[in-house]
């Protein structure tokens, strides 16, 4: 940190603007920083006055100078800030000597969304950015010369060079060679000529050259100031050139002062190879985005794949597809946290696609109140798109849809969804989903996923409402709702970012238990957390064929109460599994495990009661466990989790315990739940504390929100 904050006030301190500096100010658009590398938009430029004086003899000791230059800054950040960008002016009425008034005056010289996001700086104290540069690459990668370049192939590794090495004394007097692991390997990925990745994160870039003798004019300009006759006489051996960058394959400049669309254009330009472009935390203007008219007039980037332009300030949909229009190939667009895009629902209808065979990688979109006359096409090459943060709810997902037709991975955090688009059928190649920090609160709001996304492989859905309130809201254990996930989606791999490769076998069945056994109790109100289509569920009978007649058997032995079970073996054998119960518990753990075979329709309960009996402990100190027997590990326990059986009212089979299981007996430590109930009661006053601490704060705020004198 300290580090960077040298290199900030290095640069400021060899380029500070001043008024009459030859860089042009747009109000509004043009970028700063200052030396904590606090970044902001200048929004306006002059002197400021804030005491008046009636009586022109007086003289204005206290305040803002008039002749004094300042930058009212619009701040990213609203705590560098102090007001909203008005002043008070201090009119002091002195005509009378013995009876001096004084007044106040507000003046606005500019506004800000935050009412303490601006504030008003000297030039000296802020840096408005350089241009791209030669010189700026030198700073963080090495150039060979043309002669280091030649006899590259004849040069040696450090520990091999017949050069001396550094060496050490030690303490015996002798000398050791002190050898640099990784020396060389640092030094070659920092060469221009074998680099493919370029990165220059915050280092104040404010434009890119137009063209390539431009770059190469201020290279030379920043060479001369540094040390003239050494430079000089290597420029006219060796001189640089952005040639020697074509090979460049990824830029990286977040967090710069760019501002201008058309620097993106320079670049790619500039560096025809470019595959990957991040522009994230450049505040964009879109105003500066050239409106092309007619396909001739517009140049395509054909190599551009992954554009990444998170937090750029994008105001519209309509610059989006002006940008893509550009960029035909693109596979990849991050472009999170922004605010909502109003002209994304209205800028074309949505599209019918009522047959899931339709495909729409040929529908084309023709719409006046973007550009004259131009047709744009959805952009069937991207397969990436993340949009978390941008306010988007179903209907935009809808509306996204139609422009994203084959996405492959889809971000949608902390938007405010509460539900999946139904009736329609909706990115049909998608693989992977994110939905964390959503609003979505019940599962049948995702149903509709099931059916629109065939393919899904990996979902999260964290910190919702929905998985909040698992418990309380369903009634069903965390293990339940899991398996329900499992068993809905036939392709899905990760759930939550946990892989289920190993579970999905017996969360289907504890599906179709859960399902047999609402059927039983004929309750009409009470379903599935997730309702599967027909056709899934149809697929899971099908698999399970052992299953279900077994469960017919189970039903028609239950109509029929004086078929017994010692009259149908193959009933008998059905309706028993071998399990075996492991004590970890501290008084028996060291006693043999006990194998039994017990109904399926034994409850949890009456099984802690056997426990208690076998391994001598208290049924309220018991905490049971599972982990299925799974036939890819030839007989042995899987490595997988094992999962509670926290319902005492439910049986071996509605728990999903399969022949060959292995229970796990666990006793609760009463001190820990006890150490637990004392860290809650502690959590509790410190957020209580915490919660007084922000009312004071936001007390504290209110009165400053009033704008101040400075």
């Known amino acids: ?86 002043v008070a002016i201090e009119i002091i009425d002195e005509t009378p000597p013995e009876n001096v008034k004084k007044e106040v005056l507000w003046h606005q010289y500019f506004t800000t969304a935050h009412p303490t996001g601006a504030s008003f700086v000297v030039p000296s104290k802020v840096d408005l950015g350089r241009p791209l540069s030669l010189a700026c690459v ?107 960058l074509k090979h460049i394959t990824s830029m990286d400049l977040a967090g710069n002062l760019l501002y201008d669309w058309n620097d993106l254009f320079r670049l790619l330009r500039l560096l025809p190879r470019l595959q990957h472009v991040s522009l994230a935390s450049n505040r964009m203007i879109d105003d500066t985005l050239p409106r092309s008219t007619t396909k001739t007039q517009l140049q395509l980037f054909t190599n551009l794949q992954r554009l990444n332009l998170r937090q750029c300030n994008l105001q519209s949909f309509q610059t989006l597809l002006v940008l893509m229009q550009s960029f035909p190939k693109l596979q990849e667009l991050c472009i999170a946290y922004h605010a909502p895009l109003p002209d994304l629902l209205t800028t074309t209808p949505l599209p019918q696609m009522t047959d899931t065979t339709t495909t729409t990688t040929t529908t084309t979109t023709t719409t006046s109140d973007l550009t004259d006359n131009v047709t744009y096409q959805p952009w069937t090459h991207l397969k990436i798109l993340d949009v978390t943060g941008c306010g988007m709810t179903e209907s935009h997902v809808q509306a996204l849809a139609h422009w994203c037709p084959n996405v492959q991975d889809l971000s949608l955090n902390q938007n405010p969804i509460t539900c999946w688009p139904k009736n329609m059928v909706v990115f049909p190649k998608l693989e992977s989903l994110q939905l964390a920090e959503t609003q979505i609160t019940n599962w049948s709001d995702i149903e509709p996923l099931i059916v629109s996304c065939p393919n899904l492989q990996s979902l999260r859905l964290q910190q919702c409402p929905l998985i909040d309130g698992i418990g309380a809201n369903t009634g069903e254990p965390a293990h339940v709702v899991r398996a329900c996930v499992i068993a809905a989606f036939a392709s899905l791999l990760y759930w939550n ?214």
């Open 138 to 244: 030198e700073e963080r990668y090495q150039r060979l010369s043309s002669s280091s370049s030649s006899s590259q192939s004849q040069q040696q590794p450090s520990w091999q060079s017949k050069e001396p090495l550094p060496t050490v004394s030690t303490v015996s007097g002798r000398s050791k060679v002190i050898q640099f692991v990784g020396h060389d390997k640092i030094v070659k990925q920092q060469q221009w000529h074998l680099l493919q990745h370029l990165s220059l994160r915050h280092m104040g870039i404010s434009s890119i050259p137009t063209t390539t003798a431009t770059a190469a004019t201020r290279d030379r300009n920043d060479s001369d100031t540094t040390d003239k006759s050494q430079d000089n006489n290597n420029n006219k051996n060796d001189k640089p050139s952005w040639e020697e």
């Open 1 to 86: 940190m300290d580090s960077t904050r040298d290199s900030l006030q290095s640069i400021m301190t060899t380029s500070n603007p001043t008024k009459d500096r030859s860089i042009h100010i747009q109000l509004g658009w043009t970028r700063i920083r200052d030396k904590h590398g606090y970044m902001g938009t200048i929004c306006y430029e002059g002197p400021v006055e804030t005491i008046r004086y009636r009586n022109p003899t007086s003289s204005c000791s206290k305040a803002k100078a008039k002749t004094k230059w300042y930058y009212g800054i619009a701040w990213d950040d609203p705590s560098r800030g102090k007001h909203n960008g008005s």
């Open 497 to 710: 970012a946990s892989s289920i490769k190993d579970d999905r076998s017996d969360a289907e069945r504890h599906y179709l238990v859960l399902h047999f056994r609402n059927q039983q109790e004929q309750q009409p109100d009470k379903r599935p957390i997730l309702q599967l289509p027909k056709e899934r569920y149809e697929e899971l009978c099908q698999s399970y064929q052992d299953l279900m007649a077994r469960q017919k058997e189970t039903n028609e032995s239950g109509a029929n109460s004086s078929t017994s079970s010692a009259s149908s073996p193959l009933l008998l054998a059905n309706s028993v599994v071998t399990v075996k119960v492991v004590s970890f518990a501290a008084q028996s753990c060291t006693m043999d495990p006990l194998v039994r075979k017990l109904p399926r329709r034994l409850t949890v309960g009456r099984l802690k009661a056997l426990c208690a009996r076998q391994f001598g402990l208290d049924i309220d100190l018991q905490v049971l466990q599972y982990r299925n027997n799974h036939s890819h590990n030839k007989g042995k326990i899987g490595n997988s989790l094992p999962i509670d059986m926290d319902r005492d009212d439910y049986s071996l089979e509605e728990c999903g315990i399969m022949d060959g299981a292995e229970i796990i007996m666990k006793e609760i430590d009463l001190g820990h739940v006890e150490h637990q109930k004392q860290q809650a009661e502690k959590e509790l006053l410190e957020r209580v504390e915490h919660q007084e601490e922000e009312r004071k704060r936001f007390e504290k705020h209110k009165e400053l929100s009033q704008p101040s004198r400075f």
